[in-house]
């Protein structure tokens, strides 16, 4: 059995630290353990130049997950959660100044406290006009009741600008871009791994690119590269809120797209999440 080799991950970490590389401005809202793993986490973060500001700390282990790679690159984990340091973040009793985007998703919203605290953050970024940008990532193994998680899930979509989901999280999740478009999100971006990425958006209008061809080593934080280049490609056309994303011509969109798949190639064709840089792409 081969050695376990650590890396530094979490699907909202992940995203700050793609948005980091690519050069946008960006802040990571969590908690984190004080351990050891908790400082190579926050010293990820600031080499990635992400602000630490609103991190807050806690003397409770990490996290951590044991991912199991197939032969095609996919990726299966095992969670240890219990008593973790993250599970108990806190909504910050401040918003944030200047803040145009939030990306929330993962285990962060199935696992309690926390979750319940998140879900705050994010109605009250909405309500604020905030761009909101959602990722479920479903980690079934650590969602105990599938049918209260599914209605949770529906309960957030008014708060949310940008839905994405993998086409796996949909079949899950048991709905169409369509019908979540309808109660709320500006636009849904579906993933497809290899085969690429489509957005459906308020207009009726769908755009599809394809993947990027890659000599894939693993997949692990791909989906997180695709939230942060999406972010990152809005950003850069001045289209992080409700009415520019759902008013994004398709031109733009399959820029945006295209910018995507290109991020997340790179991330397959290395171990780990190792979000590429932005010397690596060129203009979103």
């Known amino acids: ?85 993250d599970r108990l973040f806190a909504a910050p009793s401040r918003f944030p100044d200047g803040v145009r985007a939030m990306s929330f998703g993962t285990c962060s919203l199935a696992l309690e406290p926390g979750a319940t605290a998140y879900e705050e953050l994010m109605r009250d970024a909405a309500e604020r006009g ?33 839905l994405k989901v993998s086409e796996e999280d949909a079949r899950w999740l048991g709905g169409t ?32 690119v394809p993947g990027v061809a890659v000599d894939v080593v693993d997949t692990i934080g791909a989906g997180d590269t695709v939230n942060a280049a999406l972010l990152h490609a809005l950003g850069a056309r001045d289209a992080l809120s409700a009415d520019a994303v759902a008013g994004l011509g398709a031109d733009a969109w399959e820029a945006v797209l295209r910018f995507a798949a290109r991020a997340a190639a790179l991330t397959c064709s290395r171990a780990g999440a190792e979000p590429p840089y932005a010397r690596e792409l060129g203009e979103a």
């Open 130 to 162: 905030v761009c909101t940008a959602l990722d479920p990532n479903i980690r079934s193994g650590l969602i105990p009741d599938a049918d209260a998680y599914r209605a949770r899930f529906k309960s957030w979509l008014p708060s949310v600008t940008l």
């Open 177 to 208: 871009p369509r019908e979540w478009l309808a109660s709320g999100p500006a636009a849904v971006v579906v993933t497809r791994g290899g085969d690429g990425l489509s957005v459906f958006t308020r207009d009726g209008g769908e755009v599809s």
């Open 1 to 85: 059995m081969p050695a376990l080799a650590p890396r530094l991950g979490g699907g909202p970490y992940n995203t700050a630290i793609a948005l980091g590389r690519l050069g946008s401005a960006t802040a990571f809202c969590s908690r984190i353990s004080s351990d050891a793993f908790g400082e190579a986490l926050l010293a990820g973060l600031r080499a990635a130049g992400v602000d630490v500001t609103h991190v807050q700390r806690g003397a409770e282990p990490t996290t951590l997950a044991v991912a199991s790679i197939g032969a095609d690159g996919s990726a299966g984990y095992s969670f240890y959660v219990d008593g973790t340091a």
